[in-house]
Nanobody, 122 residues
């Protein structure tokens, strides 16, 4: 099992930027894939981005391509989500997730963080 703690959420104006961080512990960090999901009020949780254990492969949902960047620092056991050109529709609770493969982390990850709120004002 992996323990995940997100940070970096907050309130930002449309067009602004935020960087989310997720610190992981409990297993060798580079051995598992990481992802970000989000859940807006009244909606289901949706996949945002994923990254392989080595960091060489990344995946994004279409609505954030070109605006968001997922990265990881295996020496710091941390995954990041850099969010640029934020829109009001990006407002959601953002969750960090982990599993053994990108396929699993994109579909039904085993481990979740507690979430961090991102609010984008118009």
């Amino acid at each position: 099992q992996v323990q995940l703690v997100e940070s970096g959420g907050g309130l930002v104006q449309a067009g602004g930027s935020l960087r989310l961080s997720c610190a992981a512990s409990g297993r060798t960090f580079s051995s598992y894939a990481m992802g970000w999901f989000r859940q807006a009020p009244g909606k289901g949780r949706e996949f945002v981005a994923a990254i392989s254990g080595s960091g060489t492969s990344t995946y994004y949902t279409n609505s954030v391509k070109g605006r968001f960047t997922i990265s990881r620092d295996n020496a710091k056991n941390t995954v990041y989500l850099q969010m640029n050109s934020l829109k009001p529709e990006d407002t959601a609770v953002y969750y960090c997730a982990a599993d053994d493969s990108v396929r699993l982390v994109r579909s039904a990850p085993a481990d979740w963080g507690q979430g961090t709120q991102v609010t984008v004002s118009s």
